[in-house]
């Protein structure tokens, strides 16, 4: 750690010690703006030197620096903030292994950690933990004004052991607890099925290696049917994201040319673009038709998929607004073990929308209702957090209040949807539209064409 300030010290001193020769020739703002800087620095070292001289225990350095590292990231953004060594090991985990824990994407809110979304088919997930649930209590002890990391700590352990949650879902009139048993969060993020002729690739995060695994998975459905599916669904529900280059990759499978996605930095002059390139005409699928499945846990990387395959009208995007983080965060290495996450960018689809706060509009609207609390429950999106980044290009405020507008089409509820066979009504609707859409396909294509000679 002392090697790791020290540049920041010499800073401080090498600043305060310019010589008055080159401030006099400097511009007045100039001036100005150096001497604000100067009181900036000055105030940061008299409440260092208040706090290690008259707090009531004793405090050292590292503890203080560490503060101050943490507190500057986490005046910016969500998203940036300071890995110490437990952070920088398990965002390699994240990256590229596996640990035991409860499979839950959270964030802090008003000094309580909410959920912003259960990876499916992890624990949490089998539990009945949704999106928006507060949790208030671990085995019995208030979290609430803790950290975030010391909740993810205690939360991760030994694959078998179990921990008891208590729960506060807005809707409900009093807290409950749910014990969940630690499982091996297995990160390799694709599974496929078919079902009645239809391809199902469910992708929960985007690790190392998840476009080859897509493009697998779509091999795996044709070799198991002896041909070409209906169509495929993209399950992107409750993905959080990862890697921008495994989101590339995803969308390229899909498409056979065109942008995926930009991403903009500070300066307006400094954009970066990713196309498709694969170098085979049409993309892995043949041209089959696509719905794409998303929520309000579906977030970054998996917006950028959707949005790609959405502006390139390659696929049909069903489900439920996503959650609208368009920003892309760099880890920049301090020392071996430690590391700054950093927001760098925003990231724009190809028609150069910006998913910041406003998420993934779908083009069919078709909520949960096989969940039976999905009216009650208060989903988390981007535009709740604390200091999310602004989206400079458009008011999204009139379509969320649409959102709220309930379709008379889509009146069932859990219980009738329960009797008939069906516990997930997203993807039961997104077959019925890809079973509708094959049974046209195939009856077009079996149409003769005018002008051409039948064989």
């Not at 910016?76 to 596996?98: A, N, Y």
């Not at 969060?185 to 694709?190: E, F, N, R």
């Not at 997104?430 to 195939?442: D, F, H, W, Y």
Request: hydrophobic residues 40%; proline residues 4%.
């Amino acid at each position: 750690m002392k090697n790791r300030l020290l540049p920041v010290t010499c800073a401080i001193v090498l600043a305060l010690s310019i010589p008055a020769t080159v401030l006099v020739a400097q511009s007045v703002q100039q001036q100005q703006a150096q001497a604000d800087r100067f009181k900036e620095l000055e105030e940061f070292l008299a409440v260092y030197r208040k706090v290690k001289s008259s707090y009531v225990d004793k405090v050292d350095d590292k503890q203080l620096m560490e503060g101050a590292i943490q507190g500057m990231l986490a005046s910016l953004d969500p998203h940036s903030g300071f890995l110490d060594k437990t952070d920088f090991s398990s965002l390699q985990t994240q990256i590229d292994g596996e640990y035991g824990g409860l499979g839950l994407t959270v964030t802090l809110e008003d000094e309580a950690v909410k959920v912003i979304a259960p990876t499916k088919d992890t624990p949490a997930d089998k539990a009945g933990i949704k999106s928006g649930d507060f949790i208030t209590h671990l085995d019995g002890k208030l979290i609430l004004g803790g950290t975030l990391d010391e909740a993810v700590e205690a939360m991760r352990g030994a694959p078998g052991t179990s921990i008891k949650l208590t729960i506060y879902r807005p809707g409900r009139d009093a807290p409950f607890d749910v014990t969940v048993t630690r499982a091996v969060i297995d990160l390799k993020p694709v599974r496929w099925e078919v079902k009645g002729r239809i391809g199902v690739i469910s992708i929960t995060g985007f690790s190392e290696q998840t476009g080859a695994d897509v493009v697998a998975a779509v091999s795996g459905i044709k070799k198991s049917l002896g041909g070409n599916p209906l169509g495929y669904i993209i399950d992107l529900r409750s993905n959080p994201g990862g890697i921008l280059d495994e989101a590339v990759s995803v969308s390229d499978a899909f498409l056979s040319s065109g942008e995926i996605v930009s991403e903009r930095g500070r300066d307006k002059s400094d954009i970066q673009r990713w196309w498709a390139e694969r170098a085979v005409p049409g993309d892995v699928t043949g041209g089959a038709p696509i719905i794409v499945l998303v929520d309000a846990g579906s977030a970054s990387a998996s917006e950028i998929v959707a949005g790609a395959l959405q502006d390139h009208h390659r696929g049909l995007v069903m489900g439920e607004r996503s959650f609208g983080k368009g920003s892309v965060q760099n880890v920049l290495p301090l020392t071996r073990d430690t590391g700054l996450r950093l927001t760098v960018a925003r990231y724009h689809l190809p028609s150069g929308r910006s998913v910041q706060e406003g998420g993934i509009k779908p083009d069919i609207r078709v909520p949960q209702l096989s969940d039976p609390d999905y009216k009650k429950r208060v989903s988390v999106r981007e535009s709740d957090l604390r200091r999310h980044l602004v989206n400079e290009l458009k008011d999204n405020s009139k379509d969320l209040e649409e959102d709220r507008i309930d379709d008379p089409r889509f009146a069932m509820t859990a219980e009738q949807l329960k009797a008939k066979g069906i516990d997930d009504f997203q993807l039961y609707y997104a077959m019925e539209t890809l079973q509708r859409l094959g049974s046209k396909t195939m009856k077009l294509a079996a149409k003769p064409v005018k002008g051409r000679a039948q064989n």
